[in-house]
């Protein structure tokens, strides 16, 4: 009877122990933050959950096809700027992350956020481009955590732009940064241009003209304190707009007295290089500046996202710019093939031959913003 007892007793306090451990446990679950501060590139610490599942991307139009290298696809993107849809539709960016066409870009009214649509979203965190203080009031008033992304706090610099990029998504996130290779082989295609050019003391370094929008008589460059100028730099020429700053609004007559050895026309124009070499354009005469005459006008590629801005194809532009500015010297560079190779081994996609021509040959309407 006793020993019945002494084990009824026992079991009674382990049941007990139990409990209060279970209890405890419980206790301590309910308990655990359920969210946590980062510090984003404005320098705020910005207090978001502890599990992101919905993300929007509003003014930092790169960003998304960064956002959907590091995660691989774009299943938690729930919201994008019609910009960035626009690149992502004539891109490559779906056959990597489909769900990118699945995004709303209604929130968006011009470069205005639609708070009440915004929050039929229900985002758990917004990444927007630092600097737009007027967004961030918005989103913040509306209780929306928002973490600022930079284009200028690296002096324009796009490969360690687009690696401070990626470190802050990994902590956002909470994940391994699987894009550091990318940053990585960024630094290593800088450094080997540079090597190049170091070996090469007496080239010359061509006049560069950007045009970053060209459309109905507009035009605008790349001065100094944008990306222009390290693009222009980084690949041996130099800036014709280095003494304007920004994106300026030029006129023919200025290109003429530039009269500039190689022009680049970006995705954010709808300007092919056909229409300046067969002087296409109504109301402006290119037929004697240099670079038409040449035969070098060139348009920027797009990949994954244009290739103007920092993007996750950043290291490739680098590569592309240093060939199309010194063919001489980058004679043995196939950038086809490297670009095969880089969304081989970063996107883990073959590109076909209708790829690689989608490419370096994009579309106008990939200018539409």
Known sequence: ????????????????????????????????????????????????????????????WPLPSVYCLFEGSAEKLVGIHPASMSAARN?????????????????MRGDDINIEELLKLKPDVVFYASGEDAEYEQLRSAGIPAVGFSTSRWDFDCVTTFEN??????EVMQR???????????????????AVFAANPEMKRPKVLILFEYKDGFI????????GQYWIESSGGINVASELSGMPEINMEQIYAWNPDVIFITNFSPALPE???????????WSNVKAVKDGRVYKFPLGMYRWFPPASDTPLALRWLALMTHPDLFAGVDIEKEVREYYKTFYRVELSDDDMYKIFHPAREASQL
């Open 91 to 107: 891109s490559l960016l779906p056959v990597v992350a489909p769900d990118i066409l699945k995004a709303e870009t209604s929130f």
């Open 176 to 194: 391994e940064d699987e894009a550091a290779g990318i940053a990585a082989y960024g630094h290593k295609v800088y450094d080997d241009i540079q």
């Open 275 to 285: 229409d300046l070499l067969e002087n296409k354009v109504s109301g402006h005469d």
């Open 165 to 170: 990029w990626v470190k802050l998504l990994g």
């Open 1 to 60: 009877m006793k020993n019945r007892k002494k084990h009824l007793v026992s079991f009674l306090l382990a049941a007990l122990a139990a409990a209060v451990f279970l209890g405890g446990a419980a206790a301590y679950a309910a308990d655990a933050p359920k969210t946590r501060r980062v510090v984003d590139n404005t320098g705020i610490e910005v207090e978001i959950p502890s599990e992101i599942n919905r993300v929007v991307i509003s003014s930092i």
């Open 220 to 227: 605008t460059t790349s001065g100094s304190h944008f990306f």
